[in-house]
């Protein structure tokens, strides 16, 4: 199952047998901002490994049920579930079970937070560092500390802007 489904029963959205609570922007960067300023540079990490482990086990199960077991297709996968829920279009550049490179414009965070506070220099798509960090994981099957994944450019730095993740598994 790629999309999510309405569990009727339950009053739930789900996807990949996780629940799915949707947020609009000006919650999702208000909500970032909020734990940046109590937790201070902590918080880029905490926001990060919240969104790897989610991505990974929500992709995992989606990969499962579906029956996708090559690599780039699930990959694809995790960028179509990635733009289906709203978070931006992603592109899967010279990705391997080994890392790469995902280039995300637009950006649902990024557009979030200029149209909220205008442009920054600092990073502030965090949750799809976290969710790509996750994806790879789920692909590849491997735990999510051997995954890296740094910020090559950042779309909030300037309008039309991407951002522009490297992954690497050590």
């Not at 557009?111 to 502030?124: E, H, R």
Request: aromatic fraction near 8%.
């Amino acid at each position: 199952m790629r999309t999510p489904t309405f569990d009727a029963d339950r009053g739930e959205i789900v996807l990949g047998g996780q629940r799915l609570v949707f947020h609009c922007h000006h919650y999702n960067v208000a909500l970032q901002r909020s734990l940046e300023d109590a937790l201070g540079p902590r918080a880029v990490e905490i926001q990060r490994l919240a969104a790897a482990e989610t991505a990974r086990l929500t992709l995992a199960s989606v990969f499962a049920e579906s029956d996708i077991r090559d690599f780039d297709a699930r990959m694809q996968c995790a960028a179509s579930v990635f733009a289906d829920a709203g978070f931006g279009r992603a592109t899967i550049v010279a990705m391997t079970s080994m890392g790469g490179r995902v280039e995300v414009a637009p950006s649902h965070y990024a557009l979030g937070w200029t149209s909220k506070w205008g442009t920054t220099p600092n990073a502030v798509d965090h949750f799809a560092a976290g969710y790509f960090r996750g994806a790879l994981c789920a692909a590849s099957e491997i735990a999510p500390e051997r995954v890296a994944v740094t910020v090559l450019a950042e779309a909030a730095a300037r309008e039309g802007a991407s951002t522009i993740l490297s992954l690497e598994v050590r």
